[in-house]
């Protein structure tokens, strides 16, 4: 299905599926890392000293989060010299004549709480400790956790940027075909790991949007031939019908302070855009135009409204003010441009671009009003940054199949992220609290 298709399929496709609230999990995606070593920053994690009754590989983790970054470089176990786990033991010398910077260690010991992680960052160009922590104790079934903690330190330790890989990704997936097609709603860890399933049906469930506390995943489902937008509550499984009107029930969007939310509505006329206020409030419609608006995103400070419409004759992102009037145009290059996202900073947009047959995923510079592609396509879409703005995953044509991507906002370090199956609408969950 083209993205243009896609675009009007989201608004007028009749669907009939009942929903089913599971809990089960589902396939890991496999992660396969290309490009990066190219101005990386050279750095060694050296494996930790752990107890010989628990064999989880905190060093690994933070290994592969911080290579992943496409920032870092790590040296190879097989080429240390030394494998200190202590700051008193490094022999800085060792590691300057290895090429790297840096050189991080650290240990595990099991306390009456559970397991301890210590780790040390050090400076191997100064001789001098960057970081140093004492981690909370925490069950072994907690350890991933807590070495995508210890990552998202150094990394904002090295970079001055907070770290991302502590963080959740929600996405669809669907496999068979005919009457057993199955989509599920998918909730995991950054890195792909943890897969648990949120919701599964016998027909498509899209656009799944989290909460600014990472609680809540609104999305579209449709039960007896009717789309609704659904919130549905992590901890809880709790499950909650937020908007169910005739006609179009589509594409949500959260507040940055959670209270209320876009949707796409056509029980007036056309589909338009609409802020609905959770708490129970009065709706308000924010567009009212003979052509078709929808994707509708809030900007970080919640003032502004980014949406694609193809009021001009094609698809187009606009934005406007969420006090109303005259929406203005900010996409130019291409043919279309659709499903903007808003960069953490307010100061770029997102945007899934066509141009010569081809969609790619492309940053817009609000300011300059250029736009950079990131990806190559041929068929890119659903992007959505990571918290601290510096990657960006989407769905892609894969190998036969939809799946997940990657790419860093500079283009260099790209992932695929593979599961069995189509893969796709995939959205960043917010940092951590």
């Known amino acids: 299905m083209n993205m243009q298709n896609?675009?009007?399929?989201?608004?007028?496709?009749?669907?009939?599926?009942?929903?089913?609230?599971?809990?089960?999990?589902?396939?890991q995606l496999e992660i396969e890392v290309d490009g990066g070593?190219?101005?990386?920053?050279?750095?060694?994690?050296?494996?930790?000293?752990?107890?010989?009754?628990?064999?989880?590989?905190?060093?690994?983790?933070i290994d592969a989060d911080l290579v992943r970054s496409g920032l870092f470089r790590s040296l190879k176990r097989t080429d240390m010299l030394e494998k200190p786990t202590e700051p008193g033991k490094v022999n800085y010398r060792n590691w300057l004549g290895l090429g790297m910077e840096n050189v991080v260690i650290g240990s595990l010991n099991r306390t009456g709480k559970g397991v301890a992680v210590r780790f040390f960052l050090m400076d191997a160009t100064r001789g001098a400790q960057l970081l140093g922590f004492d981690m909370p104790a925490v069950g072994p079934e907690q350890l991933r956790v807590v070495s995508h903690q210890i990552a998202d330190l150094i990394y904002e330790k090295l970079t001055g940027t907070k770290?991302?890989?502590?963080?959740?990704?929600?996405?669809?997936?669907?496999?068979?075909?005919?009457?057993?097609?199955?989509?599920?709603?998918?909730?995991?860890?950054?890195?792909?790991?943890?897969?648990?399933?949120?919701?599964?049906?016998?027909?498509?469930?899209?656009?799944?949007?989290?909460?600014?506390?990472?609680?809540?995943?609104?999305?579209?489902?449709?039960?007896?031939?009717?789309?609704s937008i659904y919130i549905h509550t992590l901890a809880s499984g709790e499950l909650k019908?937020?908007?169910?009107?005739?006609?179009?029930?589509?594409?949500?969007?959260?507040?940055?302070?959670?209270?209320?939310?876009?949707?796409?509505?056509s029980f007036e006329t056309n589909p338009?855009?609409?802020?609905?206020?959770?708490?129970?409030?009065?709706?308000?419609?924010l567009t009212d135009h003979y052509g078709i608006d929808t994707e509708a995103a809030f900007s970080p400070d919640g003032l502004q409204v980014a949406f694609t419409s193809d009021r001009g004759g094609s698809?187009?992102?606009?934005?406007?003010?969420?006090?109303?009037?005259?929406?203005?145009?900010?996409?130019?290059?291409?043919?279309?441009?659709?499903?903007?996202?808003?960069?953490?900073?307010?100061?770029?947009?997102?945007?899934?671009n066509a141009d010569g047959g081809r969609y790619t995923i492309a940053i817009v510079d609000l300011q300059s009003g250029s736009t950079r592609n990131l990806t190559d396509g041929p068929l890119d879409e659903s992007p959505s940054f990571a918290p601290n703005g510096s990657v960006v995953i989407y769905a892609?044509?894969?190998?036969?199949?939809?799946?997940?991507a990657t790419v860093t906002t500079d283009g260099r370090v790209r992932q695929r992220l593979r599961q069995p199956g189509e893969v796709r609408e995939p959205a960043w969950g917010p940092a951590s609290r």
């Open 163 to 227: 770290g991302y890989f502590n963080t959740q990704i929600a996405y669809v997936t669907a496999s068979g075909f005919g009457p057993g097609r199955r989509f599920e709603l998918i909730v995991a860890d950054a890195d792909g790991y943890n897969p648990r399933t949120i919701a599964t049906s016998r027909e498509p469930l899209m656009s799944p949007a989290w909460s600014p506390d990472g609680k809540k995943l609104a999305y579209v489902g449709y039960e007896r031939g009717r789309s």
């Open 6 to 27: 896609r675009f009007l399929a989201l608004l007028k496709l009749p669907l009939l599926c009942s929903l089913l609230w599971v809990s089960a999990a589902s396939a």
């Open 396 to 404: 892609t044509a894969g190998r036969g199949n939809s799946e997940l």
């Open 315 to 352: 698809p187009q992102v606009y934005i406007m003010s969420i006090n109303g009037g005259e929406p203005r145009r900010v996409t130019f290059q291409g043919r279309q441009n659709l499903r903007p996202r808003f960069s953490p900073d307010g100061k770029s947009l997102l945007v899934v």
């Open 241 to 265: 019908k937020a908007v169910s009107e005739k006609g179009i029930n589509g594409a949500p969007a959260w507040s940055p302070d959670g209270s209320k939310m876009l949707v796409t509505l």
């Open 37 to 61: 070593e190219v101005g990386a920053k050279p750095i060694a994690i050296v494996p930790f000293a752990t107890p010989p009754d628990i064999s989880f590989d905190v060093a690994q983790i």
């Open 272 to 285: 338009d855009i609409y802020l609905i206020d959770l708490n129970g409030g009065p709706r308000k419609r």
